[in-house]
């Protein structure tokens, strides 16, 4: 069987061809796992890879709780998504703990 027209990301059951003794053979990227690949797998899906790509990381958020614990988040964007199989995104979120010091905290009303 060949991948030749055909290169699957991920899982993909469909994505198949006819191999020797009547057995499907594969051209997705899992098939490196499960080791059914068609025989050109390699050479025809994993040379047209491309990983992911993700962009700068933006600022970090405000201080979730203005008085007390609380927490601040960042993103960033996903520039290139990956095809054929290459390298999956890596975080596009982080969050990290801060302290709301607001003026107004601990006074009482």
């Keep these: ?3 030749r027209h055909r290169c699957c990301p991920g899982r993909n059951n469909a994505c198949w061809a006819p191999g020797a003794r009547r057995a499907h053979c594969y051209c997705d990227s899992y098939c490196q796992r499960t080791g059914d690949c068609c025989h050109d797998y390699l050479a ?10 993700v962009g700068p990381w933006g600022p970090w958020s405000g201080c979730s ?9 960042r993103s960033r964007q996903v520039t290139v998504p990956p095809r054929h199989g290459g390298d999956p995104c890596p975080d596009l979120k982080q969050r ?5 010091q607001h003026p107004t905290c601990g006074t009482a009303k």
């Design 65 to 73: 709780s203005p008085c007390g614990v609380g927490s601040r988040v």
């Design 44 to 53: 025809t899906c994993r040379r047209a890879a491309v990983g992911c790509a």
């Design 1 to 3: 069987g060949s991948c």
């Design 96 to 100: 990290r703990g801060c302290l709301g």
